[in-house]
């Protein structure tokens, strides 16, 4: 069976299990093949290849979309247009006004 590798080091793939193919991520992380996640079961190969490439496919683009956001906002911070400083927050109308250190709490 063909391995679809996903960025934290799992992969989606089929094992069979007495005649039902199983759609699992499988976790090697720790040479162990934990079974991460299952998706289904199957009573045919072939539509269980086909869901274990698609759920690969996803998780594939949901990491470069992930490795994407973070060149962009690194490439546009070494330039200069990195992100807009946050505002400063609006103070409500009723919050008590406490005097400084330096400030006399009298007024005088």
Same mark, same amino acid.
């Given at each position: 069976? +063909?391995?679809?590798?996903?960025?934290?080091?799992?992969?989606?793939?089929?094992?069979?299990?007495? #005649?039902?193919?199983? =759609?699992?991520?499988? &976790?090697?992380?720790?040479? &162990? /093949?934990?079974?991460?996640?299952?998706?289904?079961? /199957?009573?045919? @190969?072939? +539509?269980?290849?086909?869901?274990? @490439?698609?759920? +690969? /496919?996803?998780?594939? #683009?949901?990491?470069?979309?992930?490795?994407?956001?973070?060149?962009?906002?690194? +490439?546009?911070?070494? =330039?200069?247009?990195? @992100?807009?400083?946050?505002?400063?927050?609006?103070?409500?109308?009723? @919050? #008590?006004?406490?005097?400084?250190?330096?400030?006399?709490?009298?007024?005088?």
């Amino acid at each position: 069976m +063909a391995r679809d590798y996903t960025s934290d080091g799992t992969y989606w793939t089929v094992r069979k299990v007495g #005649k039902v193919y199983w =759609v699992v991520r499988i &976790d090697n992380n720790n040479s &162990d /093949y934990r079974w991460a996640e299952i998706w289904g079961g /199957y009573y045919r @190969a072939g +539509a269980a290849g086909g869901a274990a @490439a698609e759920l +690969a /496919y996803n998780q594939g #683009k949901r990491d470069v979309a992930q490795q994407l956001r973070k060149s962009l906002h690194g +490439a546009l911070d070494s =330039v200069g247009l990195g @992100a807009l400083p946050k505002p400063a927050p609006v103070q409500p109308d009723a @919050a #008590k006004i406490v005097p400084g250190d330096d400030e006399d709490p009298d007024g005088e």
